[in-house]
């Protein structure tokens, strides 16, 4: 082959490449970057239309990658100031989906966000301090949201959502001076959920599992130290779980399964509180505090209508209820002072 005829082959093979390309269009990127040792990468693949990313970062050594692949009218944007920071997000296929990474802290903070198919789903990660890391995963439904925010140490958030309408996680471990804070939430299907952390303090942990259902709301607020909530929420509709714990070492364990219009209130103060509750049923509802130390109280409740009531101070006090039926009154105090 003569040299003019090897030119023009390269030339019809770019060309032909080009044209496999042609249902990426109207999409835009842009990168701005100071200081030093930064890395950033943008690829919008095939059939990704009218989509957008945009990574912006200063500091030192910060690495941000974008991806975005079948898309359509989806954005992504990556902001990182301080040294050693590292986001990535991910689009595969879906319309209008957001992911949105800003990391301020001053070291070694990790953010990832994967949103596959879906439309209209919305994904932010804000954190500040260091060595903290969140990671959210978006599968297929529309109108979902999820926010992320934490501070202070070596925090750690892991949000799995799939399917389902407009549902919400939110978690918050944003204390300055926090350190070793975890959260985990599985939401799946359903509509209309929310799910809402808050820890501030140090060692906290939340596990929360939310499925199908409608309506249904868990509030989880932890402050201290070494505290631990365990929610099961599954089907249902209208069921909610308000939960605060302050001081150290509690330990909550709530399940609520199928039925509606359920509600578990649970407080718990001091140190090493214990309670495990558990609703199947209509109407149902909980309601538990819990102050001094070491403390327990067991509630389970199946029916309709029931009604469950305990208060305990002092320590090393102990409360069971079990209701089976419908429209079941129960309370138990202990050590309170009237």
């Known amino acids: 082959m003569s040299r003019h005829s090897a030119i023009v082959a390269a ?6 490449g080009v044209s496999a390309q042609a249902e990426t269009t109207d999409n835009t990127a ?40 079948g898309t359509t009218n989806s954005s992504s944007s990556i902001t990182q100031m301080g040294d050693e920071q590292t986001a990535s997000t991910a689009q595969l296929g879906g319309e209008g989906n957001s992911a949105n990474v800003t990391q301020e802290g001053y070291f070694e903070n990790s953010a990832a966000i994967m949103q596959d198919g879906g439309m209209v789903n919305t994904a932010w990660i804000t954190q500040e301090g260091g060595y ?25 958030a892991t949000v799995l959502q799939s399917d ?37 303090g140090d060692n906290n942990g939340v596990f929360i599992i939310q499925a199908e259902g409608s309506g249904n709301d868990i ?3 932890q402050s ?20 605060t714990q302050e001081g150290s070492d509690h330990i909550a364990e709530v399940t609520q399964l199928s039925g509606g219009d359920s509600d578990i209130l649970l407080y718990q103060g001091g140190m090493s509180q214990e309670a495990v509750l558990a609703q199947d049923g209509w109407g149902n509802m909980i309601t538990v505090a819990q102050i001094g130390s070491g403390n327990y109280t067991n509630v389970g409740q199946t029916g309709d209508g029931n009604t469950a009531t305990v208060g ?27």
């Not at 903290?132 to 202070?152: D, H, L, R, T």
């Not at 039926?325 to 129960?330: D, I, K, T």
């Open 11 to 16: 030339v019809v093979l770019a060309l032909g």
């Open 30 to 69: 842009t990168q701005i970057q100071g200081g030093n040792g930064n890395y950033a990468t943008i690829s919008q693949g095939d059939f990704t239309t009218g989509s957008s990313a945009g990574q912006y970062q200063t500091g030192n050594n910060n690495s941000a990658t974008t991806e975005q692949f």
């Open 132 to 156: 903290n890391n969140a990671f959210i995963e978006q599968s297929g439904g529309s109108y979902n949201s999820v926010e992320v925010a934490q501070g202070g140490d070596g925090n750690g």
């Open 164 to 200: 389902g309408s407009d549902n919400y996680v939110g978690v918050n471990q944003y204390a300055s001076l926090g350190s070793g804070n975890g959260a985990t939430v599985f939401q799946f299907g359903g509509s209309g959920s929310t799910t809402d952390i808050g820890q501030s």
């Open 219 to 221: 509030w989880v607020s």
């Open 224 to 243: 201290g130290s070494g505290n631990s909530a365990d929610v099961l929420q599954i089907l249902g509709e209208g069921n909610t779980v308000d939960m």
């Open 312 to 338: 305990q101070a002092d320590s090393g006090n102990q409360a069971f209820i079990t209701q089976m039926g419908n429209s079941n009154v129960a309370a138990i105090t202990q050590g309170l002072v009237n």
